[in-house]
């Protein structure tokens, strides 16, 4: 029996104490080690000729090896490539040693593909607007000039089209830009594809399913082409003092809060061995899959089933943030590493932003009877990044409060996917956003990967659903209602749905630790915002993004089953997607698990969406349940911010 108390915070003024130094292992791969394991590849007589590079990351460590390496054994560090060639198919998993640069671990998938580098997808666009068969079927659509031609490289799916089989296919979607820096996504192509294969650019199909005229009324959202409002008076984040938070490297400790931020091309940001006040509770989490589901049946669009992070990769597509204009105030940056698809370095600097923010009031209370007020104002830790695959970005934010609860919202911006239509006539699969041009309705899933460590191993998840009681001799007034919670045991009886009606909700428990009522220590699964997905499972992207048929997944740890969508998302088939990988139906019920949670955005698009999209938010949350024994933020000091002034000039006066 483990009883916990509260400890002391920090005293005031003060940074936190460095971070422990065992974090230092599961630093991403420095430039130096991509370089290292890409020359490991070039110099094998088989791998070497020819390779195209894939994702590169750091080979993380299992539960096992993670508590040996806390226990005082090192950790090698070993990188985990993706390696493909243009004269031969499948793609390699290859492990290299990073201490003495040698290949430890291969692995070939015949049939599978690696995913979409940035040299490719440009390349698809040369090739596409190169064809003369594409150039001919423009030519036909009044395009005579090919400068203005945008073509996107869409990944295509497995629709079982004839001539596509064991290509690594995208089909292409296309726009006009007017001018120069002009906003194409106002001009669809309408109902010209092209499937093509990315790897080898070989054009297999040109498809022109016709569809409304190219829709020509200009739509700007650059300053340069349109007049903008008076600025308003500045709004500045100061922090005189400087930061809270200390960082070592890519580890960081902030009020009670430690952990390591990773790093990957696939993943984008990464969570390891996150402990508040010293107690383990995320061994690691991150996004692990976002899929994008168009609702139009209609021309080609029946195609756009994106999977944004498994066939493109987050990380790859990091911006390089800028000071003053994505994050306010006391910033500290991280860059980012990857590989390109000949095995350089590829730099994004200042891909990551960490900084503090206020949150306002976290607690406060009047004592009505001796007019005595304790209030405190609550700030927190921000990890983000802002990532653009195509036509949208995506803001990713983890927030770490003073309250013990971990947040990961996600801000979707950027250009809604257009098409083309009949002025007033938008179809019931869109909506229009111009006279002529309509955009489909739509949802973005995202599905996040959460190896759970609450106070060590061993750990299950319970869920509570809410009834009332019926009228009768045990609520004689209609006015009872009760929760009542089962331990979910094995992996087809974790797969949930949300459920209003009950209120259910999910908590993480160890049930080998006990707080100071005797309950299990937990931490409750917060998730507000979980989506119906409106692909039929018997279609072909209902089957290949099978894992967001539940809101909720648990499986067991294991190192081969690091996504939900499958390790090799391009043109699969889904069959190593979460609803095919619990059938294995496992023991979940102490032991080291990994929870899955799918939450979205379900978009019918509104014109105020176009041009540019304001930021429309999801996520969730994971806020202590019995973790404390009370309030972990009730030591919170007294404090008042003398910087605060009164508005229109009065004299001032704090409390």
């Given at each position: 029996m483990n009883h916990v108390h509260a400890a002391a915070s920090q005293p005031q003024g003060q940074a936190a104490p460095p971070p422990p130094s065992y974090l230092q292992a599961l630093a991403p791969l420095s430039a130096?080690?991509?370089?290292?394991?890409?020359?490991?590849?070039?110099?094998?007589?088989?791998?070497?000729?020819?390779?195209?590079?894939?994702?590169?990351?750091?080979?993380?460590?299992?539960?096992?090896?993670?508590?040996?390496?806390?226990?005082?054994?090192?950790?090698?560090?070993?990188?985990?490539?993706?390696?493909?060639?243009?004269?031969?198919?499948?793609?390699?998993?290859?492990?290299?040693?990073?201490?003495?640069?040698?290949?430890?671990?291969?692995?070939?998938?015949?049939?599978?593909?690696?995913?979409?580098?940035?040299?490719?997808?440009?390349?698809?666009?040369?090739?596409?607007?190169?064809?003369?068969?594409?150039?001919?079927?423009?030519?036909?659509r009044g395009i005579t000039d090919m400068t203005g031609v945008c073509v996107d490289s869409w990944s295509g799916g497995n629709f079982g089209d004839a001539g596509e089989e064991g290509h690594m296919v995208s089909y292409v979607h296309c726009w006009?830009?007017?001018?120069?820096?002009?906003?194409?996504?106002?001009?669809?192509?309408?109902?010209?594809?092209?499937?093509?294969?990315?790897?080898?650019?070989?054009?297999?199909?040109?498809?022109?399913?016709?569809?409304?005229?190219?829709?020509?009324?200009?739509?700007?959202?650059?300053?340069?082409?349109?007049?903008?409002?008076?600025?308003?008076?500045?709004?500045?984040?100061?922090?005189?003092?400087?930061?809270?938070?200390?960082?070592?490297g890519h580890a960081i400790a902030w009020d009670k809060w430690t952990l390591g931020i990773g790093y990957s091309p696939r993943d984008g940001i990464i969570l390891h061995d996150v402990r508040y006040d010293g107690r383990p509770i995320v061994?690691?989490?991150?996004?692990?899959?976002?899929?994008?589901?168009?609702?139009?049946?209609?021309r080609g669009h029946y195609r756009k089933n994106i999977?944004?992070?498994?066939?493109?990769?987050?990380?790859?597509?990091?911006?390089?943030?800028?000071?003053?204009?994505?994050?306010?105030?006391?910033?500290?940056?991280?860059?980012?590493?990857?590989?390109?698809?000949?095995?350089?370095?590829?730099?994004?600097?200042?891909?990551?932003?960490?900084?503090?923010?206020?949150?306002?009031?976290?607690?406060?209370?009047w004592d009505f009877r001796v007019d005595r007020t304790e209030v405190r104002r609550g700030r927190r830790l921000v990890i983000s990044c802002i990532n653009t695959v195509g036509n949208y970005e995506y803001g990713q934010y983890w927030y770490f409060d003073q309250a013990g609860q971990i947040e990961c919202e996600v801000k979707a911006t950027g250009i809604v996917d257009t098409m083309a239509c009949d002025p007033g006539e938008p179809g019931k699969f869109a909506a229009e956003v111009s006279p002529g041009l309509s955009a489909p309705i739509h949802q973005h899933i995202f599905c996040v990967r959460m190896d759970m460590n609450l106070d060590g191993g061993g750990n299950s998840v319970v869920e509570a659903n809410s009834y009332a009681e019926p009228m009768g001799p045990t609520n004689r007034f209609g006015n009872g209602f009760y929760a009542e919670e089962t331990t979910l045991k094995t992996e087809l009886e974790?797969?949930?749905?949300?459920?209003?009606?009950?209120?259910?909700?999910?908590?993480?428990?160890?049930?080998?630790?006990?707080?100071?009522?005797?309950k299990p220590v937990g931490y409750r699964l917060h998730a507000p915002d979980c989506v119906t997905p409106m692909t039929n499972e018997a279609g072909p992207s209902g089957i290949r993004s099978n894992f967001i048929r539940n809101h909720l997944w648990v499986t067991p740890y294991n190192e081969?089953?690091?996504?939900?969508?499958?390790?090799?998302?391009?043109?699969?088939?889904?069959?190593d997607g979460l609803a095919e990988v619990v059938k294995q139906n496992r023991n979940v019920e102490n032991t080291d698990i990994v929870v899955w949670h799918c939450f979205g955005l379900h978009h019918v698009v509104r014109p105020e969406d176009f041009p540019v999209q304001p930021c429309i938010s999801c996520g969730f949350s994971l806020m202590p349940s019995g973790f404390f024994n009370l309030n972990p933020s009730n030591d919170l000091p007294r404090e008042t911010n003398k910087a605060s002034v009164l508005a229109l000039g009065e004299p001032a006066c704090h409390c």
């Open positions: 130096a080690e991509i370089n290292s394991a890409a020359n490991a590849i070039k110099a094998d007589a088989d791998l070497g000729p020819g390779a195209l590079f894939g994702n590169i990351d750091l080979r993380e460590p299992s539960p096992q090896e993670w508590r040996d390496h806390l226990a005082g054994k090192a950790f090698r560090r070993e990188a985990r490539l993706n390696i493909s060639h243009l004269d031969r198919p499948g793609v390699w998993m290859v492990f290299v040693a990073l201490d003495s640069n040698a290949i430890s671990f291969r692995r070939h998938f015949p049939t599978s593909h690696s995913a979409f580098q940035v040299e490719q997808l440009l390349d698809v666009e040369r090739k596409v607007k190169a064809d003369p068969n594409f150039i001919e079927a423009c030519r036909k006009l830009r007017l001018y120069e820096n002009e906003n194409f996504y106002a001009h669809p192509i309408d109902g010209l594809n092209v499937a093509i294969d990315v790897k080898t650019g070989e054009i297999l199909r040109i498809d022109d399913h016709g569809g409304p005229p190219i829709p020509m009324i200009d739509v700007p959202y650059d300053p340069d082409f349109m007049p903008t409002r008076a600025p308003m008076k500045p709004l500045n984040v100061v922090q005189p003092e400087g930061t809270s938070f200390t960082m070592d061994r690691r989490m991150a996004l692990g899959e976002l899929v994008v589901p168009y609702g139009s049946p209609e999977f944004d992070i498994g066939e493109y990769g987050f990380g790859k597509f990091n911006h390089s943030l800028k000071l003053g204009c994505d994050c306010l105030g006391a910033i500290h940056y991280l860059d980012s590493h990857f590989c390109g698809l000949d095995g350089g370095v590829i730099t994004i600097e200042k891909g990551i932003c960490i900084h503090e923010e206020d949150t306002g009031v976290l607690w406060k209370h974790a797969g949930r749905k949300a459920n209003l009606d009950t209120h259910r909700t999910w908590k993480i428990v160890n049930p080998n630790k006990l707080n100071a009522l005797g081969n089953e690091r996504y939900p969508a499958g390790e090799y998302v391009c043109n699969s088939d889904g069959s």
